[in-house]
């Protein structure tokens, strides 16, 4: 069954520190992985997905085949990175599997 | 361009009643979607549609009913609202080759 596994509902980090959101997702197949963002008062919008390889507003993540994760990373945090992220697979780009959210924090 | 709109914002409905909500883009987009958004479960897609006269179910599509007569159109009908359908329900669309998924504002849903 496909599932997307996002363990921490809340990430509390301080400004400038790394920040890592965790994602694990399980599908028979080889789908295509995305992180979706949404700030406050705003919509649920596209932050990246993995094929394109590219750094959006900071932010990298590497699909592991193997341990079946694509964890969300960002050297140095900022106070506007404050959101909530959503990790989400597809297989065919019809059906879209969402994990249930982390909720990052950034302290000044 | 409004991009994806989603009315109304709000509803309460009481058990029984029936109701649509409603879902529009103005980007030409084949493909629509719509999800439902529980506490502590993320989003769950409900029912998509590839483009005008085709639909398919998809995580939950149980209690819904959808038609797409139009491509800028997707509504989502409840025939016999539930208290288990009580949550926010998101639209979104894509354009056709495209991977970008394009949210509406949401819409909060009560059944009492």
């Known amino acids: 069954a496909q599932r997307v596994t996002q363990p921490e509902k809340l990430l509390s980090v301080f400004k400038g520190a790394p920040v890592e959101l965790k994602c694990n997702y399980s599908?028979?197949?080889?789908?295509?992985l995305f992180w979706y963002v949404q700030y406050s008062r705003q919509r649920l919008q596209l932050l990246l997905r993995?094929?394109s390889r590219e750094s959006i507003k900071g932010f990298t993540a590497d699909l592991n085949k193997g341990e079946t994760s694509f964890h969300l990373k960002k050297p140095f945090a900022q106070e506007e990175d404050s959101a909530m992220y959503y990790c989400?697979?597809?297989?065919?780009?019809?059906?879209?599997?969402f994990g249930s959210g982390t909720k990052l924090n950034v302290k000044p | 361009n409004a991009g994806v709109t989603q009315t109304p914002k709000f509803q309460v409905l009481k058990t029984g009643q029936s109701m649509t909500l409603q879902c529009a883009q103005d980007?030409?987009?084949?493909?629509m979607s719509w999800y439902r958004q529980d506490p502590g479960m993320g989003l769950r897609l409900i029912h998509y549609?590839?483009?005008?006269?085709?639909?398919d179910q998809g995580e939950v599509p149980n209690g819904y009913n959808v038609s797409r007569s139009t491509t800028e159109d997707f509504p989502l009908r409840l025939l016999s609202a539930a208290p288990s359908q009580t949550s926010v329900y998101f639209c979104?669309?894509?354009?056709?080759?495209?991977?970008?998924?394009?949210f509406g504002p949401g819409t909060r849903l009560t059944v009492t």
């Open positions: 979104a669309s894509r354009g056709s080759g495209l991977y970008e998924q394009y």
């Open positions: 599908y028979s197949g080889s789908p295509e």
């Open positions: 993995h094929i």
């Open positions: 989400a697979l597809s297989g065919d780009f019809n059906k879209f599997y």
């Open positions: 980007m030409n987009h084949e493909y």
């Open positions: 549609s590839v483009g005008a006269g085709i639909t």
